[in-house]
């Protein structure tokens, strides 16, 4: 089945600054998302990006379908930003919704 | 937008009862949602498919004699862990996706219900 990395597995930043979350996978994908899983266990959907770029606020995406990979960038990040980073895609070829292995992201205050 | 509800948020049981997991699409219909646990600092792995009025789908190594899913209807799946041992203390979230966008459209996530069994 389709295989999801993410990098890095744990980042600790101070308050302000800014990051990049890496998400790769081994096939051709239908949907990718990027999620924010916060101390209660809740997932924030943040973007739905199975190709292109998008942003919203500090938070922007971009998926590059064709090398199969995808970034998240955060600015000026937030103590509200801590926690951990899911992307998460669904295979061309019937694998149904796997989750990456997340980053866990602690932000300094 | 697009909502779904999970209920309980949280669960505490004795080993050997079963417990009934509830997952609703409020504003939206889905002939599938999905089931995914989670344990401590992992990610989330896919459980099961369910599929609405047939059987669902479980992935390699899930007992599905023990993870009984209902899809009765187009807005609500359940999850009835049956027989539950502490093992089976974990998170687990639904998810659903609406009938319209088919594959290519955002799966909408619940809250997570996180079962203790003790």
């Known amino acids: 089945g389709i295989q999801v990395e993410q990098s890095p597995p744990d980042l600790i930043l101070q308050e302000g600054a800014n990051s990049t979350l890496r998400c790769n996978f081994s096939?051709?994908?239908?949907?990718l998302q990027w999620f924010h899983q916060n101390p209660w266990g809740q997932l924030i959907n943040l973007f739905y990006?199975?190709?292109g770029t998008k942003q919203n606020g500090r938070l922007s995406a971009t998926t590059v379908a064709t090398e199969r990979y995808s970034l998240l960038y955060i600015s000026s990040s937030q103590t509200t930003d801590s926690g951990v980073y899911f992307c998460?895609?669904?295979?061309?070829?019937?694998?149904?919704?796997?989750f990456g292995p997340g980053t866990r992201l602690s932000v300094l205050p | 937008g697009a909502v779904v509800s999970q209920h309980p948020s949280w669960v505490i049981c004795k080993s050997g009862t079963s417990v009934k997991i509830e997952c609703r699409s409020l504003?939206?219909?889905?002939?599938?949602m999905f089931w995914y646990r989670q344990f401590p600092k992992q990610s989330l792995m896919l459980m099961a498919t369910?599929?609405?009025?047939?059987?669902?789908?479980?992935e390699q190594g899930v007992e599905k004699d023990k993870f009984l899913i209902n899809h009765a209807s187009l807005t609500l799946s359940t999850l009835t862990v049956t027989s539950a041992h502490p093992e089976d203390s974990s998170f687990y979230i639904c998810?659903?996706?609406?009938?319209?966008?088919?594959?290519?459209?955002?799966?909408?996530f619940g809250n997570g219900t996180r079962l203790t069994v003790t």
């Open positions: 998810s659903a996706r609406e009938i319209q966008g088919g594959r290519n459209s955002p799966l909408h």
């Open positions: 096939d051709s994908v239908n949907n």
């Open positions: 990006i199975p190709s």
């Open positions: 998460a895609v669904d295979g061309n070829y019937g694998q149904n919704f796997v």
């Open positions: 504003d939206f219909q889905a002939t599938t």
């Open positions: 369910s599929n609405e009025g047939s059987k669902a789908t479980y």
